[in-house]
């Protein structure tokens, strides 16, 4: 059973426009949520997060949007930039657990269209 | 080095031999865990050390496969007998702090596996 799950395989954006990836969750005891990023092979690199307190993260053109009411959550970038070409994976931890026991979703390939 | 250090970063294997797979955490860096990613899906937890203390291990999918962290600090992942379904990507991670959440883990570039 799928506990994250991103169900856009890929996304396609144009330079320069917004693009959302979109997260979905099942566990109701995740708390924490992450965002990696990955490149041909290298591993996840940490982009953003946030905290089931918080409905918001902003850190640079990355935004995190938590709606925990729906269990979704999403990632905006703005602009977009052919460099955020990449995988990007969608992660939960629960609580008393912190981040050591994280589970991913499938992700979600990028290509930003220049 | 700065990041996490994992090798070999590339290992064919003919089916029913064993590999260790080693992995050098960020320096003092206390957490340490090892992922398992197959094609095509994100990485799935495998195990999670604090120091040298094993925690978690309910990741592992066999016997076959262990894991140890004798000194706290180097990490080494050993799969048994290999079979064609252990092919994947191990991915190895470490973070300062144990268990508390807001924590960043970072990751090595992952060992590529392949049985044949």
């Known amino acids: 059973d799928q506990q994250v799950k991103q169900n856009s395989p890929s996304l396609s954006v144009q330079e320069g426009r917004i693009s959302i990836l979109n997260c979905d969750y099942t566990?109701?005891?995740?708390?924490?949520f992450l965002w990696y990023k990955k490149y041909p092979a290298e591993g996840p690199t940490f982009l953003i997060s946030?905290?089931?307190?918080?409905d918001k993260n902003e850190d640079g053109r990355f935004t995190v949007f938590l709606n925990k009411s729906a269990k979704h959550l999403s990632l905006h970038i703005v602009p977009s930039q052919p460099g955020d070409s990449a995988v990007y994976f969608c992660?939960?931890?629960?609580?008393?657990?912190?981040?050591?026991?994280?589970?991913f979703g499938t992700g979600t390939r990028l290509t930003i269209i220049p | 080095g700065a990041g996490v250090s994992q090798s070999p970063r590339y290992k064919v294997a003919k089916r029913g031999q064993d590999v260790a797979l080693r992995c050098d955490p960020i320096?003092?860096?206390?957490?340490l865990f090892w992922y398992q990613q197959a094609l095509g899906q994100g990485p799935e937890f495998l195990t999670y050390?604090?120091?040298?203390?094993?925690?978690?291990k309910s990741g592992l999918p066999s016997d076959r496969f262990f894991a140890e962290r004798p000194e706290g600090s180097v990490s080494t992942l050993k799969i048994q007998r290999t079979q064609q379904e252990d092919s994947a990507v191990y991915l190895c991670?470490?973070?300062?702090?144990?268990?508390?959440?807001?924590?960043?883990?970072?990751f090595g570039e992952g060992s590529w596996l392949t049985v044949v």
């Open positions: 050390f604090q120091n040298e203390a094993q925690l978690d």
């Open positions: 992660a939960a931890s629960p609580i008393n657990f912190g981040n050591e026991k994280l589970t």
């Open positions: 566990n109701s005891m995740f708390d924490y």
């Open positions: 320096s003092g860096h206390v957490s």
């Open positions: 991670a470490s973070s300062p702090l144990t268990g508390s959440s807001g924590n960043t883990i970072y």
């Open positions: 946030i905290s089931s307190i918080k």
